[in-house]
Nanobody
């Protein structure tokens, strides 16, 4: 499963960004999740979408982020509003047959993209 992220960039605090993750066969990719990793920090799960379209969010999103998927376009999206400097990180898309209670455990995902950088100043 090939995953390609895009949409990262530099924004001011309070701004918005939309990240996209494309894959040739999104409906067969399993659970899809956005992770992020800031320099010197551990990777953390941000938001996840089940095969059936059920979203799950980490507390850190605090209602600011929204995950969605468009099967017809093979795109997983993460819309981020009210960005804060602490949201600065490399954001990764991951996919695989992961159980709901394991959604934030990165080692459970066999497929990863290369990431897209988000910088909030």
């Amino acid at each position: 499963v090939q995953l390609v992220e895009s949409g990262g960039g530099s924004v001011q605090a309070g701004g918005s960004l939309t990240l996209s993750c494309t894959t040739p066969y999104l409906s067969g990719a399993g659970r899809m999740t956005w992770f992020r990793q800031a320099p010197g920090k551990e990777r953390e799960g941000v938001a996840s979408m089940s095969v059936n379209g059920v979203p799950t969010y980490a507390d850190l999103t605090n209602g600011r982020f929204r995950i969605s998927k468009d099967i017809t376009k093979n795109i997983l999206s993460l819309v981020m509003h009210n960005l804060k400097p602490e949201d600065t990180a490399m954001y990764y898309c991951a996919a695989g047959p992961v159980m709901p209670y394991q959604w934030s455990q990165g080692d459970k995902y066999p497929y990863w993209g290369k990431g897209t950088q988000v910088t909030v100043s």
